[in-house]
């Protein structure tokens, strides 16, 4: 009895360490199908290494992905700080005209004219547009009228569309 029990628990552990494989063990009722069809037995395997290519394609996308989105991340930050820096430049650019304005607008209009006029026609401009208007009027009525057309034009945004002499 002793023996029995034995060479039965033998037999139980060998099938559960070593299983069978199911196309020995029971053929199924499917499997008749698939071995008289060669084209159906040459599939599976097809199928099974297409779905493992496109699994690791897959995974592939999702770290280049990841890449992309990480350098993305990064250049919008650069791009922000860009922003930022451009903006501190603009307004210390405009602080610094808004002090010339005031310096100008203390001249005399023949002072404050010739020292225009020495301007390049945009700095002249800047300065000129925010100016208070009577005295920015008094220091272009002494002015060359010519130039004064240049300055008037880039002051309303059309820039260099007098013609020159």
Same mark, same amino acid.
Request: charged residues 35%.
């Given at each position: !009895?002793? %023996? &029995?029990?034995?060479?039965?628990?033998?037999?139980?552990?060998? &099938?559960?360490?070593?299983? =069978?494989?199911?196309?020995?063990?029971?053929?199924?009722?499917? *499997? #008749?199908?698939?071995?008289?069809?060669?084209?159906?037995?040459? @599939?599976?395997?097809?199928?099974?290494? $297409?779905?493992?290519?496109?699994?690791?394609?897959? +995974?592939?996308?999702?770290?280049?992905?990841? +890449? =992309?989105? /990480? %350098?993305?991340?990064?250049? *919008?930050?650069?791009?922000?700080?860009? +922003? *930022?820096?451009?903006?501190?430049?603009?307004? *210390? @650019?405009? &602080? @610094?005209?808004?002090q010339?304005? @005031?310096?100008? +607008?203390? !001249?005399?209009?023949?002072?404050?004219?010739? $020292?225009?006029?020495?301007?390049?026609?945009? /700095?002249?401009?800047?300065?000129? &547009?925010? /100016?208070?208007?009577?005295?920015?009027?008094?220091?272009?009525? =002494? /002015?060359? #009228?010519? $130039?004064?057309a =240049?300055?008037?034009?880039?002051?309303?945004g059309?820039?260099?569309?007098?013609?020159?002499?």
């Amino acid at each position: !009895m002793v %023996k &029995a029990h034995r060479a039965a628990s033998a037999i139980l552990l060998a &099938a559960l360490l070593f299983p =069978v494989p199911a196309s020995v063990a029971a053929p199924s009722s499917a *499997e #008749p199908r698939e071995a008289s069809n060669p084209v159906q037995t040459k @599939k599976a395997p097809d199928l099974a290494a $297409r779905e493992r290519a496109l699994k690791a394609e897959e +995974e592939r996308l999702l770290v280049l992905r990841k +890449e =992309v989105d /990480m %350098k993305i991340a990064k250049y *919008e930050k650069l791009l922000g700080r860009t +922003e *930022e820096k451009q903006k501190r430049d603009k307004d *210390e @650019k405009d &602080a @610094k005209v808004d002090q010339l304005v @005031k310096l100008f +607008e203390g !001249m005399s209009p023949e002072g404050a004219a010739a $020292r225009l006029a020495a301007l390049d026609d945009g /700095m002249a401009a800047a300065i000129l &547009a925010r /100016m208070k208007s009577r005295k920015a009027s008094a220091a272009l009525s =002494v /002015m060359d #009228p010519k $130039r004064v057309a =240049v300055i008037t034009l880039k002051i309303v945004g059309r820039g260099n569309n007098f013609p020159a002499e």
